[in-house]
T-cell receptor
């Protein structure tokens, strides 16, 4: 079993929809939680970063972490075609390496 | 800063040949990571360094793979001999404190 599990999708939504992306993790020591966005043939780019439980909002993006259920979420409001990409969740503890989910491929249709 | 720089961007080589991938991390970053990405296995950590010292190489698939970081501004990942199953996109990432930044990757094809 991978330490971070993520449904690879694909997920297709109409423009303007609210998108919900989710991951679960098994290592209770994880303290840092990240969401990366990866466009086709590009490297992953950091989208959101949170420490421990709680919510973090940045524009149309909201990241949530629930450590009690080991659940990580990313919400995208008013989704745009430019949001079409693969979204990867990742977790780590202390200064160790990140563990990535499989990535969810999202398509936002005009 | 120009970000994490990887070279070459694309590499096509024949089975059995030696392949060397290169990475220049962001200046001042003290962690460097090498990842491999495939459709089947996603993003896998191969090895990472802290202050030029290898910390964990348990992800290196075989002895054919080796990585070095001779100084804070340069790292290499070498595959010798290469095999078709090594075909993948190899990413280098660097980190200072919290956020890790990825390079654009090297797309390796072994025929």
């Amino acid at each position: 079993q991978k330490e971070v599990e993520q449904d690879p999708g694909p997920l297709s939504v109409p423009e303007g929809a609210i998108v919900s992306l989710n991951c679960t993790y098994s290592n209770s020591a994880f303290q840092y939680f990240m969401w990366y966005r990866q466009y086709s043939r590009k490297g992953p780019e950091l989208l959101m970063y949170t420490y421990s439980s709680g919510n973090k909002e940045d524009g149309r993006f909201t990241a949530q972490v629930d450590k009690s259920s080991k659940y990580i979420s990313l919400f995208i409001r008013d989704s745009q075609p430019s949001d079409s990409a693969t979204y990867l969740c990742a977790s780590r503890y202390n200064n160790n390496d990140m563990r990535f989910g499989a990535g969810t491929r999202l398509t936002v249709k005009p | 800063d120009a970000g994490v720089i990887q070279s070459p961007r694309h590499e096509v080589t024949e089975m059995g040949q030696e392949v060397t991938l290169r990475c220049k991390p962001i200046s001042g970053h003290d962690y460097l990571f090498w990842y491999r990405q495939t459709m089947m296995r996603g993003l896998e950590l191969l090895i990472y360094f802290n202050n030029n010292v290898p910390i964990d190489d348990s992800g290196m698939p075989e002895d054919r793979f080796s990585a070095k970081m001779p100084n804070a501004s340069f790292s290499t990942l070498k595959i010798q001999p290469s095999e078709p199953r090594d075909s993948a996109v190899y990413f280098c990432a660097s980190r200072l404190n919290t956020e890790a930044f990825f390079g654009q990757g090297t797309r390796l094809t072994v025929v």
